[in-house]
């Protein structure tokens, strides 16, 4: 298995645009989780999704963000419009069963936004 | 106050020497707890479950002290190679894991 693959890896956008990260699963695994990643703050958990349902997105900073995962294969993170301070590394990570079991990270994509 | 804290370091330690840090959580009711290690600029990956007796795995012992909630992590005869971030993970009984800032790790030569 390939892991967990998100794309792209670095993004650099200008403040105001719309941006959208993408993450394929490891196949089998039911749950997805988004991380978010600064110096400041740490490793932040954004949503998750269990069985392509979100479950928890208190972690959502804002509306400008929001995340969907229309089959067990595929989830995007968007921001719009993305601001400077959105400026981190997103990760996307799965597992089979969340608590008990290892969550397996993908590579991140290092967000800039100037 | 956060659900899991740690020390961010960084710890500066001699190659051959032991360290340890440990890493406090909040909520009693936590049911599970993990050591990731991060590299420099790379993703989190499982170091270790954190079992409630205690558990070894070559030079790295984990233990957990459930009464005074906290978790610790100890390497001995350290390894340049052991450089990295130490992240401390618990699971609250909901389906989340939360994670710690991490405790930075440089073995110096």
């Known amino acids: 298995d390939a892991g967990v693959i998100q794309s792209p890896r670095h993004e650099v956008t200008e403040m105001g645009q719309e941006v959208t990260l993408r993450c394929k699963p490891i196949?089998?695994?039911?749950?997805l989780f988004w991380y978010r990643q600064t110096m400041m703050r740490g490793l932040e958990l954004l949503i998750y999704?269990?069985?392509?349902?979100?479950?928890?997105d208190s972690g959502m900073p804002e509306d400008r963000f929001s995340a969907k995962m229309p089959n067990a294969s595929f989830s995007t993170l968007k921001i719009q419009p993305s601001e400077p301070r959105d400026s981190a590394v997103y990760f996307c990570?799965?597992?089979?069963?969340?608590?008990?079991?290892?969550?397996?990270f993908g590579q991140g994509t290092r967000l800039t936004v100037v | 106050r956060k659900e899991v804290e740690q020390d961010p370091g960084p710890f500066n330690v001699p190659e051959g020497a032991t360290v340890a840090f440990n890493c406090t959580y909040s909520?009693?009711?936590?049911?599970?707890f993990f050591w990731y290690r991060q590299d420099c600029r790379k993703e989190p990956k499982l170091l270790m479950s954190?079992?409630?007796s205690g558990n070894e795995d070559g030079r790295f012992t984990a233990q957990l002290n459930r009464a005074s909630q906290y978790i610790s992590l100890l390497i001995r005869d350290s390894k340049l190679s052991d450089s990295a971030t130490y992240l401390c993970?618990?699971?609250?009984?909901?389906?989340?894991?939360?994670f710690g800032t991490g405790t930075r790790l440089t073995i110096i030569p």
């Open positions: 990570a799965s597992s089979f069963s969340t608590g008990l079991t290892e969550a397996f």
């Open positions: 196949s089998g695994h039911d749950y």
């Open positions: 999704f269990n069985n392509n349902v979100p479950i928890d």
């Open positions: 909520n009693s009711a936590s049911q599970s």
């Open positions: 954190v079992y409630s």
């Open positions: 993970v618990a699971h609250f009984g909901n389906e989340k894991l939360t």
